[in-house]
């Protein structure tokens, strides 16, 4: 039996029409729920009967957040078909591999990102590329009011609603599907632990094509009838200036520990009250003094830890827990199971024996985009995910995440996985063998470093490894150090092994000073 999905938008467009739904911060512009329910029932007839847009049809978008993105979304809800938001920060080739594997009908675009959106359509004649913004095409046909939606079926809670695109661990990206209804129940379990109602007042900066900013707290908000503040990007100064405005009101927001680093680096941040306000961090363990700092001034810093596959966040520390707990992510959240396995694929029932972790339940993806039977090897019987995390649980059902089972590091918030890096790097004729590894880094968490070994007689520079990294993939995902070594440690058969490498190399000071310098040179932006 499968449940119609309800319309989050529509409900509270005739509960609360007034009420405010979204806030462009940049732009300074306010939507209500009625409003924002126009502009997505305009979108959704354009969709349909300019584009032929259908149920299982895709739709991309590729811009910072902005309303348009919610509009687009619940467009395609009442289209059956599936949202699809695109990384900014990925470069052309990469962008043009995953227009190619979801093919969507459409790429929307803001002013900074459709020329690029132009490119990667134009050799792809089932895509086409169209500007959002200010003065745009688009915004006209929002505004027109002759546009309406024929009837059609409603989503199913079993549709799929999204397609969350995630690095693989064979230097590809996955799109992880996720339904109607698991994020129907993220946004209720989100909302039920973190206290989100009609009244709640959001702040989102994280990217919107990614499961964070959707569900921390947009998605919960709409659902309940709140409010939400959009950030294009991240500012420190901007940020700490909106949550201690109490004329705002703003109650949760999300912050990776980078944003927390950088907000407390502040001089502001001595005299700033965040007047309780909820924000959970995860992303890189959170460290405790961090924690602390920000519950002194008046904020909830529950440490969280999820991924895209389980449709965001699945664990969480309770607040009252944060100094007791530290260095734990808390225990399940609801509709989510968690367990150990070791490397035989046994389940570990003892105590705070380290494992790779893997979860089941309503809120795992059913699968990624286009593998079909492939997926199954991402599944253990009984429907339990692989993570690629490796975890333990202590006798209270609390996770701790010790690191990945897969080599994949976080960088600022953002997965990278070194064989994707390896594989560009080793397109240098003079690499004869990489290894990226995760090193620890004052501000992003962690950062890469590719250790390299050259070719006889070819001649290899660090700006050499850097300037085709940058060519190739996205900023956050260039490793920052780059050791070139005679060898590399390998296996009785072969394999590099990376744990050996991390060992011989060390976490040295010299090392540590290399990175504080290099942290000076810009952000992943």
Not at 43 to 55: K, N, P, S
Not at 120 to 130: G, L, N, W
Not at 173 to 192: D, F, I, R, S, W
Not at 497 to 506: A, E, I, P, Q, S
């Amino acid at each position: 039996m499968t449940y119609r999905a309800h319309d989050w938008i529509k409900h509270h467009a005739r509960r609360r029409p007034d009420h405010v739904a979204l806030v462009d911060v940049e732009a300074g512009v306010e939507l209500t729920y009625a409003e924002l329910d126009r502009k997505i029932d305009r979108c959704a007839a354009f969709l349909h009967a300019e584009h032929q847009v259908a149920a299982g049809d895709r739709v991309a978008i590729l811009c910072q957040n902005c309303p348009e993105v919610f509009v687009i979304e619940f467009a395609c809800a009442r289209l059956r078909a599936i949202f699809l938001p695109l990384n900014w920060r990925l470069a052309i080739s990469e962008l043009d591999y995953l227009i190619s594997d979801a093919t969507p009908r459409i790429v929307f675009a803001d002013d900074e990102h459709i020329g690029r959106a132009q490119q990667v359509c134009e050799k792809r004649p089932e895509s086409t590329a169209m500007a959002i913004g200010e003065g745009t095409d688009f915004e006209k046909i929002l505004a027109m009011g002759d546009l309406s939606l024929p009837p059609l079926p409603a989503a199913d809670f079993d549709d799929v609603w999204m397609i969350l695109y995630t690095s693989g661990t064979t230097g590809r990206p996955k799109g992880a599907t996720l339904t109607h209804g698991q994020n129907y129940l993220q946004a209720v379990g989100l909302g039920a632990e973190y206290g989100v109602t009609h009244e709640t007042v959001g702040l989102t900066y994280t990217p919107t094509f990614h499961a964070s900013g959707l569900f921390m707290f947009a998605h919960p908000t709409l659902l309940f009838g709140g409010t939400t503040h959009l950030m294009r990007s991240f500012d420190a100064q901007t940020v700490l200036n909106m949550m201690t405005d109490r004329s705002l009101g703003l109650t949760h927001s999300l912050a990776i520990p980078t944003n927390l680093l950088m907000i407390r680096n502040l001089p502001d941040f001595e005299k700033a009250d965040f007047g309780n306000m909820v924000i959970p961090s995860g992303g890189a363990p959170v460290p405790g003094a961090l924690i602390k700092t920000f519950s002194e001034h008046g904020a909830q810093v529950p440490q969280v830890w999820g991924m895209t596959e389980l449709s965001g966040v699945s664990t969480s520390l309770p607040p009252d827990k944060a100094m007791e707990k530290a260095g734990s992510c808390g225990p399940p959240l609801m509709n989510i199971d968690v367990a150990v396995i070791d490397e035989h694929d046994n389940f570990i029932t003892t105590a705070n024996v380290t494992g790779e972790l893997v979860a089941r339940g309503p809120m795992i993806t059913k699968g990624y985009w286009g593998l079909g039977d492939a997926n199954a090897q991402f599944y253990l019987e009984g429907q339990w995910f692989r993570t690629g995390d490796a975890g333990k649980i202590d006798e209270e059902g609390y996770v701790t995440i010790i690191g990945r089972w897969k080599d994949m590091y976080i960088s600022g918030g953002e997965n990278v996985y070194p064989a994707e890096v390896e594989e560009v790097i080793y397109q240098l004729p003079a690499v004869d063998e990489v290894a990226v590894i995760g090193i620890p880094h004052e501000l992003w968490g962690e950062t890469g470093m590719a250790c390299i070994v050259i070719k006889p007689d070819q001649k290899l520079s660090e700006t050499d490894v850097t300037e085709h990294c940058l060519a190739k993939l996205a900023k956050y995902k260039v490793p920052k150090v780059v050791q070139f070594l005679e060898e590399l440690p390998h296996s009785a058969n072969g394999k590099i092994l990376k744990h050996v490498l991390r060992d011989n190399l060390g976490i040295a000071d010299e090392l540590d000073r290399t990175l504080r310098s290099k942290s000076e040179e810009g952000n992943h932006a």
